[in-house]
């Protein structure tokens, strides 16, 4: 399988090319002024890393949110316009579910910043699958619906939301700091699903905002 992937989700952009089961690539794009310009160089020079043309291209898979309306968009557009020029499958990857690849542990619990006093949550399993559905809501009310004895908490926005873990019996439980970057998550995750037949049609790619009323407003930089 060879599979690009491209996060531009938030500022911390990345692309990413995994083939044979390996990553034979990765590139950051840190930007807050958003991807529009650096991307298709950076196509590019990711498949210059990885020694392969666009055509060798397998899958394309794009972390479709929760992040920025525009990046989420952004990364979307490309991945669905160019499996569609080049009649190749896509895949669109949670973040949430990106993140959970990082953990060890049976229970991962995923965990961000959502702003408003509120977090997307959900909790996976080691082979990156759902077991707790994705959700915003406040941070206790979320660690309320967590049931199972034993879980690992996996987040890049520690510093927001440890102290709301205080006091609680989620508090001595591992927690991970997970890279901002997440190119190579997608990717391995797309490959995840190619192995259970789950790649698609690029029409049928969407984006996963999981705060659906208001996504353009709902996620701001901080």
Known sequence: MIILAIDTTSQFGSLAVRAGGEM???????SRDGFGHLLFPAIEEALRGARLRLQDVECFAGASGPGTFTGVRVDLAAVKGLAEALGKPAVG????RALSTF???TNRAVVLDARRGEVFGAVYDAAAQLIAP???????????????PQYEFISHDWPALASAFAGTRFDGMTRV??????????AYCAELDGQRGKWTDAALVDANYVRHADAELSWKEP
Do not use: F, Y
């Open 93 to 96: 990857v949670s973040n949430l």
């Open 103 to 105: 953990g060890r542990l």
């Open 134 to 148: 994705e959700a915003v809501m406040k941070l206790p009310a979320w660690l309320e619906t967590l049931h199972l």
């Open 177 to 186: 700091e997970a890279p901002r970057h997440l190119a190579s998550a997608i």
């Open 24 to 30: 034979t690539a990765e590139v950051t794009l840190d």
